[in-house]
């Protein structure tokens, strides 16, 4: 029988890398401090859900979670958090229309999460609704401003104060995410994140060589070590960290600090390159480094003129292309992945085709799409949504159909290959096969043990299903 003291929490993550991140640094933090991860909600003590409020379609699963929980509450007690960028946007919306959340948890506030939920006699105590106590969702203060409220005052305060990274962020494992920046200073006209994660902040180089220092320690229980690392940031060529002797590190000169400190088999990636600010000096860098893995995701947006200078995003379609060109001289084997937005204000069929013509240009890899939705507070909201949502889903079906086929061609071409992977998991389709990533990032699957999973396999790939590879150990592959 579980020990009535036991600590117990049930996590859910939305959105990006680097909620995923600062997920891990929490599950790090609870885990340290006792608290268990249980298999179903309905086990829990903290319910902790972190958010996303990138599209509207993210928020509405949430809003699904939030009834679902509420339906809960009815059955058994726990406390309820919500944690993130949701909590940042609709917090006066939250506080009113959802008030079986306990604890709304801003950006800037993660870190404190676990001394709140301790605050006590260390296991929290629950607020169940009807309990009497106030049934309205309290937010996360400085420790002095708390003091000052009576335990039952209603505080609906989410003070973004200074942004501090943690430690670490994963828990053991072979695959660890690392964040070297918060916010965003880009201001893309259609995008939340610099309202809700702030200005960008880059973590100093001593903290990011900790951590990797750190994660690169065996598991004391598995003895299982980091193969990749993924450096997370909106915009890591940005990254600036200002020595105290006045000296500016870049996005480069980190890396290049980073290298030396890897262990011998160690990928390195990092995740999201803005084309505006992509340096001749890391793409030399990506050519001669093997530890850094040549993929590059480099989110385009958009293939018309008119409509990249309407998104802010500050290059053209001839410098992207420019760009590109630059790249595959200089690494041909690297592969580029993307981001398009479609549908955004303003966008007309010929605007929509530029975007079809680019693809068929530049063949990326892979692209992440995405129909456009106004968010408000950004300054596209104020340009209305005049993209009707039938032609949306239509140019949006259009753009997926031509990158599946492009994604085809470019992956038959690697056909008869060996490559190197990195197994990742067992198939979800078929237990017998091993999932693996390559340093392209390409998926690939193969027959093959689970105790396999966390090691490097040299695999020849034979074949494709849909997009991914299927392949053979490289030794039985062999003609
Ligand atoms: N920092 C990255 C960059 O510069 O491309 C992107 C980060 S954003 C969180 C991830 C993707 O979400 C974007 O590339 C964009 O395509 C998409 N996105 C952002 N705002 C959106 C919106 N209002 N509607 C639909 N998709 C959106
Ligand atoms: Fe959003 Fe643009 Fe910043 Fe990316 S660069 S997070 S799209 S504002």
């Not at 990749?228 to 105290?244: A, F, K, W």
């Not at 008119?306 to 590109?324: F, P």
Request: charged share 25%; aromatic share 8%.
């Amino acid at each position: 029988m579980k020990d009535p003291k036991t600590k117990t929490y049930w996590l859910e993550t939305y959105g990006c890398q680097m909620n995923k991140a600062e997920s891990g640094y929490l599950e790090y933090e609870l885990q340290s401090r006792g608290w268990l991860p249980v298999r179903t909600p309905e086990e829990a003590q903290v319910v902790i859900l972190n958010t996303c409020s990138v599209r509207k379609t993210a928020e509405d699963r949430i809003w699904g979670r939030l009834g679902f929980f509420k339906a809960q509450k009815k059955n058994h007690t726990f406390r309820l958090v919500l944690m993130g960028c949701m909590s940042e946007r609709l917090k006066e919306q939250i506080l009113n229309e959802a008030p079986h959340v306990d604890l709304l948890v801003g950006n800037f506030q993660k870190q404190r999460l676990v001394d709140v939920l301790e605050q006590g006699d260390g296991v929290p105590e629950a607020t169940a609704v009807g309990s009497g106590r106030s049934a309205r969702p309290r937010s996360h203060l400085e420790p002095a401003q708390e003091q000052r409220q009576a335990s039952h005052q209603e505080v609906h305060l989410i003070d973004p104060g200074e942004y501090h990274f943690a430690e670490r962020h994963s828990l053991s494992g072979f695959q660890a995410y690392l964040p070297i920046m918060h916010g965003c200073n880009n201001f893309c006209t259609y995008c939340i994140v610099p309202y809700v994660r702030g200005s960008e902040v880059s973590r100093s180089p001593e903290s990011i060589l900790g951590e990797i220092r750190r994660i690169q320690m065996p598991d004391s229980q598995s003895g299982q070590t980091v193969r990749e690392i993924t450096l997370l940031g909106q915009n890591v060529n940005s990254y600036r960290y200002h020595d105290r002797d006045g000296g500016i590190l870049t996005f480069a000169g980190l890396l290049r600090r980073i290298i030396p400190v890897l262990q011998d088999r160690t990928w390195l990636r990092f995740l999201t390159s803005h084309p505006k600010d992509m340096s001749p000096e890391l793409i030399d860098l990506i050519a001669s480094a093997p530890a850094l893995c040549p993929h590059i995701h480099l989110p385009v947006q958009h293939g018309s003129n008119r409509i990249l200078q309407a998104m802010g995003r500050k290059y053209t379609r001839e410098q992207y292309l420019d760009l590109v060109g630059r790249i595959r001289k200089t690494i041909p084997e690297a592969s580029l992945t993307t981001d398009i937005l479609i549908g955004f204000p303003g966008e007309s069929e010929e605007d929509y085709v530029l975007t079809l013509e680019l693809m068929r240009q530049v063949r990326f890899e892979d692209a992440f799409t995405y129909r456009y939705n106004p968010r408000e507070g950004t300054r596209a909201f104020e340009l209305g949504d005049d993209v009707p949502e039938k032609v949306k889903q239509e140019r949006l079906s259009g753009v997926i159909d031509l990158q599946r086929r492009i994604t085809r061609e470019v992956k038959k071409d690697k056909l008869g290959r060996v490559v190197e992977v990195l197994v990742v998991g067992v198939s979800k389709k078929n237990a017998g096969e091993l999932l693996a990533r390559s340093e392209r990032d390409e998926m690939v699957v193969f027959s093959g043990s689970p105790q396999q999973i966390g090691s490097f396999v040299q695999v020849r790939l034979q074949s494709l299903r849909g997009s991914t590879f299927r392949a053979v150990p490289a030794e039985a592959g062999r003609p």
